[in-house]
């Protein structure tokens, strides 16, 4: 059972550079959400999305992007990194939104230097 | 703003023990309620989701209560093992578009 896979888990990136973190669940969930974590401070909600075509802001979203051209297929952009954004990210997926249990991916981990 | 509140950060007994972890939050106007555990380097798995209509759930040695009013919940842990060893974070859901807001998370530590 895959459920959710994160790619890559590792990556090192230099200030300024922009990449992609890929999210994709084979669990037919329409919602997904990115979520990042840093030590202490918990998880914060970056972007979700309630269905294919769908995305709207969390809580930090700024230097952030995400589309959702497919149900299975939620991609994280950061555009000009910057190591405020050195963090633990997560994606996680659920049936039903609020009423329905959360689907987390293994995490990718990012170092800005 | 909804606030979720786990106190203590960290917890250590002995093998053994029954142990109890609280959550706490500050709008009582939730659809859920999840607890999570985190094991070091891995991501989140989901141990039991109260709705807001239900006051408890149980799995295996593990229990959950709800008390929206008083905004709290428990994770009720029996006989604990050292496999138990992890983060528990707990997670409420509100608002018009069902967000999940979590804890900061408690790390458990069951010495043998």
């Known amino acids: 059972n895959a459920g959710v896979t994160q790619t890559p888990k590792f990556r090192i990136l230099k200030i300024g550079q922009s990449m992609t973190l890929q999210c994709a669940q084979d669990?037919?969930?329409?919602?997904m959400y990115w979520y990042r974590q840093d030590p202490g401070m918990g998880l914060k909600l970056i972007y979700y999305?309630?269905?294919?075509?769908?995305?709207d802001k969390g809580e930090v979203p700024n230097g952030y992007n995400v589309s959702r051209s497919t149900t299975e297929d939620f991609p994280l952009r950061l555009e000009l990194a910057a190591p405020s954004q050195t963090s633990v990210y997560f994606c996680?997926?659920?049936?039903?939104?609020?009423?329905?249990?959360?689907?987390f991916g293994e995490g990718s981990r990012l170092t800005v230097l | 703003k909804q606030e979720v509140t786990q106190i203590p950060a960290a917890l250590s007994v002995p093998e053994g023990e029954n142990l109890v972890l609280n959550c706490s939050f500050t709008?009582?106007?939730?659809?859920?309620l999840q607890w999570f555990r985190q094991d070091p380097g891995k991501g989140l798995t989901s141990l039991l989701l109260?709705?807001?209509?239900?006051r408890e759930q149980t799995s295996g040695r593990l229990n959950a209560s709800l008390d929206k009013s008083s905004g709290r919940s428990t994770l009720y842990i029996a006989a604990s093992q050292p496999g138990d060893s992890a983060t528990y974070l707990c997670?409420?859901?509100?608002?018009?578009?069902?967000?999940?807001?979590f804890g900061k998370g408690i790390t458990l530590s069951v010495r043998p």
């Open positions: 996680a997926s659920s049936s039903s939104g609020g009423t329905g249990e959360l689907f």
């Open positions: 669990m037919n969930h329409n919602y």
């Open positions: 999305s309630v269905g294919a075509g769908i995305t």
């Open positions: 709008d009582s106007a939730i659809y859920n």
């Open positions: 109260i709705q807001s209509s239900q």
């Open positions: 997670a409420v859901t509100t608002g018009a578009n069902s967000k999940l807001t």
